[in-house]
């Protein structure tokens, strides 16, 4: 509740538990770390559909494999209550701006009544099929950006030995072609930590990151699919978080490649 405090003070309402917060609005929206904590949120003795939930909306929001997905709108459907998934892309700065890319699996008719809200959060709204198919979008769209994290650090370690300004670096990738959105929006967080300034803010941390590297992995398995350039950044992440970067954020990977794991 301490974390929340500052919102509580602005006259937003504070509820104790998922049931307590289900019971008062008609619409909830979740986006959690992992199907863990998708269990005790939604599946707990006070979770979410623990109580009377008829016609109330869920719309499910985290990155989570397609099957946990399918698997909460069935139990959210034995309950009478409406269940969309919408995995976004964007992060933080898109998040508070409403420019996030929602990825909608369910019911045309769900989606109609949670337009209202996603419109607040997301300036694309894709409904790409039924439950399922919004977490497959999802990892889809991640899948290079994971892969590129990889091949980023690998760039750097080329052009390290000529001493050039990080800011200068990245700026000359992010107008190159070498240069996705990603470097637009987190460039000048990775040219502080490529110039060793400190920077504890955590936009995305390794942890996350190994988690949705997996879940593409999985989902690949289970369609007799081989991602060989996944399966290799996943064991490059692995590697970054047995040297302790696993709670770091993900622009603390290029500096570890360059002195540490990418050392021949």
Not at 25 to 50: F, H, I, K, R, W
Not at 236 to 258: E, I
Request: a negative charge.
């Amino acid at each position: 509740k301490e974390r929340a405090q500052g919102l509580i003070d602005s006259g937003i309402g504070w509820a104790a538990t998922p049931a307590e917060l289900a019971a008062q609005c008609d619409v909830v929206l979740s986006l959690v770390t992992n199907e863990q904590a998708l269990d005790d949120v939604y599946l707990s003795p006070q979770g979410l559909l623990s109580g009377d939930v008829k016609a109330k909306l869920f719309i499910e929001m985290s990155t989570v494999q397609p099957a946990k997905q399918q698997a909460l709108a069935k139990l959210a459907e034995n309950v009478h209550a409406a269940y969309l998934e919408c995995p976004v892309s964007g992060s933080v700065g898109p998040a508070k701006d409403g420019k996030l890319i929602g990825f909608v699996g369910g019911d045309a008719q769900h989606l109609e009544r949670a337009k209202a809200v996603l419109e607040q959060l997301c300036r694309r709204i894709e409904h790409v099929g039924p439950h399922g198919s919004g977490a497959t979008m999802k990892l889809a769209i991640n899948l290079p950006l994971m892969v590129y994290w990889q091949t980023l650090s690998e760039a750097l370690s080329l052009i390290e030995p000529l001493g050039l300004d990080p800011q200068r670096v990245i700026d000359v990738f992010s107008e190159s072609s070498a240069g996705p959105n990603m470097l637009k929006v987190r460039g000048p967080m990775i040219a502080q930590a490529l110039a060793g300034e400190k920077n504890d803010a955590i936009t995305v941390d390794v942890a996350t990151m190994r988690k949705d590297v997996r879940a593409m992995l999985a989902q690949a398995q289970a369609h007799q699919r081989k991602l060989p350039l996944t399966e290799a950044t996943l064991k490059s992440f692995d590697a970054a978080a047995d040297s302790g970067l696993n709670a770091a954020d993900c622009t603390k990977l290029l500096v570890w490649w360059l002195h540490e794991g990418g050392k021949a």
